[in-house]
């Protein structure tokens, strides 16, 4: 499939490119040339193979959600840019207050 160079401007408007004359020759071949090999691809007979989500085995991430002891109110603020009587200071949100 050969994309013609109006093809390419218009491809290149839609994804917001300014490109010179020389620029649309080139991606004018590129781009047919990558349709070309989905052409090829697309004469495939996959019928027999299944659909797939994904070539890889599903793994969980994720470490083991374990109960563990809990922070103390110092650990938990120990860190915080701000803090007052082992609580959070924040900026206020309505208002000046």
């Known amino acids: 499939m050969e994309l013609s160079?109006?093809?390419v401007r218009k491809i290149a408007e839609l994804a917001k490119l300014d490109l010179t004359d020389e620029e649309v020759r080139l991606y004018a071949?590129?781009?047919?040339?990558v349709l070309g090999y989905?052409?090829?691809?697309?004469?495939?007979?996959t019928s027999h193979i299944p659909p797939?989500?994904?070539?890889l085995p599903l793994t969980n991430v994720l470490?083991?959600?374990a109960a563990a002891a809990p922070l103390t109110p110092e650990q938990?603020?120990?860190n915080a840019p701000d803090a007052h009587d082992?609580?959070?200071?924040?900026?206020?949100?309505?208002?000046?207050?």
């Open 63 to 65: 470490r083991p959600d």
């Open 5 to 7: 160079y109006e093809e």
């Open 86 to 97: 082992n609580q959070f200071r924040v900026n206020a949100v309505f208002g000046d207050e």
């Open 76 to 78: 938990v603020v120990a």
């Open 52 to 55: 797939t989500a994904s070539v």
């Open 29 to 33: 071949g590129q781009l047919s040339h």
């Open 38 to 45: 989905f052409t090829r691809l697309q004469e495939l007979d």
